[in-house]
Nanobody, 123 residues
């Protein structure tokens, strides 16, 4: 049974950093494409960053140059390093996974989801 558990969210001031973790069980992250999504109150869930099976990453324009996605195969964990945070980054962040080779920022590409971790950035 595939399970994803996020952690690392919290409250931070603008300009600060956070690192989100997504611990996976029931499969190995090296065999799946994975992604981080976020959803702010009243808004649709949007793809933030994604990484393919072979490690190629892609980012939403809004986070390019500030966020870094990575997989640790030994720890079976997905990470999202978030730097230079802005108040508009405030949202619930979710990790997602699927057994597909190519990475995707589209919600429909993923069948497995975590419960989310809240990130709040104050100005």
């Amino acid at each position: 049974q595939v399970q994803l558990v996020e952690s690392g969210g919290g409250s931070v001031q603008a300009g600060g950093s956070l690192r989100l973790s997504c611990a996976a069980s029931g499969y190995t992250v090296s065999r799946a494409s994975m992604a981080w999504f976020r959803q702010a109150p009243g808004k649709k869930r949007e793809g933030v960053a994604t990484v393919s099976v072979n490690g190629l990453a892609a980012y939403a324009d809004s986070v390019k140059g500030r966020f870094t996605i990575s997989k640790d195969n030994a720890e079976n964990t997905l990470y999202l390093q978030m730097d230079s945070l802005k108040p508009e980054d405030t949202a619930m962040y979710y990790c997602a996974a699927d057994f597909r080779f190519l990475a995707s920022l589209l919600e429909d590409s993923y069948n497995y989801w975590g419960q989310g971790t809240q990130v709040t950035v104050s100005s």
